[in-house]
């Protein structure tokens, strides 16, 4: 690459400190950071005085550690965007509306956009913010963040535990985006070797895919019949996952698989393959994690990856706890993950007994109404990120207009 490539990363958490520094590693690229929580941006910028250091865990036991510090920290989007090549949005999915709204004024043509990861209805609200703007840039959403990485200190150290083998993205093109570089490969060339970059056919089938959609059956499935008395102890996760909670996760994966093939069979053109059940994504993600493949319930209760994780609890009083229904498990997952899922199969004229009967138990807990009966009309479905909210009511709208959706 023989010209300039600048690289904003938004965000201040773990994830966004090890994209900063790895594109800041590059001779070619200038990384900078926005962050708009609180004082981020100014505890992160006091420490570029020094080089920020990322430790990788690598798969031999050994530790290489790497010195490196992004050019400039700022919470001033008019500092940050202008120029910007690559924008990656590396923060939880409720924060993206507030990055959209502050960047948009300052976003340039033919800049391409990266949710890392987006989750569903990502593209929607990215075009919904940038308005006419988004035509002439590119939005590629990543199905999940590329390593599993914990913050050690803010600013200045952060480890990387493992990298994914391999990571989907889909790319929805602007009309109007004139792009100099290649997508997948400018891509892989900032995040590094690992993981291999792997292009997911079309950004619907990237919203359906099996990640987003464990968190909130497998809480239906554990606290619906929950007597209101406080445990003693935190209740495993996904290993004290029963055979009601696995009945859940798979009928949900069902019925996003069912939805898959329903818009690949009216909608010409389309490879939805990418869209697979819930069990078979185990199978691929943690093949050398899991010890019993029997089916759904025991791969996730003999996963290693997942050992000693519990459900998110709140702690009444010392050695008394109970569900936190206000973590991301419900509060993110729902609203900007199953639901756009269900207004997707809506669309698609699929019937989601399973997807309808978790949502209107989520909807309960969380004081919204997504749903009425089966039909996603309730009076918060505006704070959702399913189609309906942006005005996409019909399958072809989502496949139409000033985007290019296929290779």
Not at 14 to 27: E, F
Not at 109 to 136: M, R, S, W
Not at 335 to 346: L, N, S, T
Request: glycine share 8%; with cysteine; net charge neutral.
């Amino acid at each position: 690459m023989s010209e300039k490539l600048v690289v904003l990363t938004c965000g201040g958490g773990n994830g966004a400190h090890c994209l900063a520094g790895l594109a800041a590693m590059r001779p070619d690229v200038e990384s900078r950071v926005l962050t708009l929580y609180s004082d981020e941006a100014e505890r992160w910028s006091a420490k570029l005085k020094s080089d920020m250091i990322i430790t990788v865990h690598q798969d031999d036991g050994a530790k290489k550690t790497m010195n490196t510090k992004p050019s400039i920290v700022t919470k001033d989007p008019k500092q940050a965007v202008p120029g910007a090549d690559y924008i990656f949005i590396v923060v939880p999915a409720f924060a993206h509306a507030q990055y959209f709204k502050a960047m948009a004024p300052y976003i340039g043509d033919n800049t391409v956009i990266v949710g890392l990861p987006g989750q569903a209805g990502f593209e929607f609200e990215c075009v919904h913010y940038l308005g006419d703007k988004a035509k002439t840039c590119t939005i590629v959403t990543f199905e999940s963040l590329p390593w599993a990485c914990r913050l050690i200190e803010f600013g200045k150290n952060v480890e990387i535990l493992g990298f994914k083998d391999t990571l989907g993205a889909s790319i929805l093109k602007g009309k109007q985006c004139n792009l100099a570089r290649p997508i997948v490969e400018t891509n892989q060339y900032i995040l590094g070797e690992k993981p291999k970059v792997r292009r997911v056919q079309n950004y619907i089938a990237i919203t359906l895919m099996a990640k987003s959609i464990v968190h909130p059956p497998i809480m239906y499935g554990k606290w619906s019949s929950w007597d209101g008395k406080p445990l003693t102890e935190k209740p495993l996760f996904y290993q004290g996952i029963d055979e009601r909670q696995a009945e859940l996760l798979s009928g949900v994966s069902d019925e996003c698989v069912a939805t898959a093939k329903a818009i690949e069979k009216k909608i010409g053109g389309l490879d939805m393959s990418d869209v697979i059940h819930v069990f078979d994504w185990y199978l691929n993600y943690y093949s050398d994690q899991i010890t019993d493949k029997s089916n759904l319930m025991m791969a996730m209760r003999t996963n290693k990856a997942y050992d000693g994780l519990v459900h998110p609890m709140k702690e009444i009083e010392p050695g008394k706890y109970v569900p936190d229904f206000t973590y991301r498990y419900m509060a993110e997952d729902v609203p900007d993950g199953i639901v756009p899922m269900k207004g997707i199969a809506e669309l698609a004229g699929v019937p989601t007994p399973y997807l309808d009967e978790v949502i209107t138990w989520c909807q309960g807990k969380l004081n919204k109404e997504y749903l009425v009966g089966n039909k996603l009309t309730g009076k918060d479905v505006n704070e959702t990120r399913a189609p309906q909210r942006y005005g996409l009511n019909k399958l072809e709208d989502l496949f139409q207009g000033n985007f290019e959706t296929t290779p």
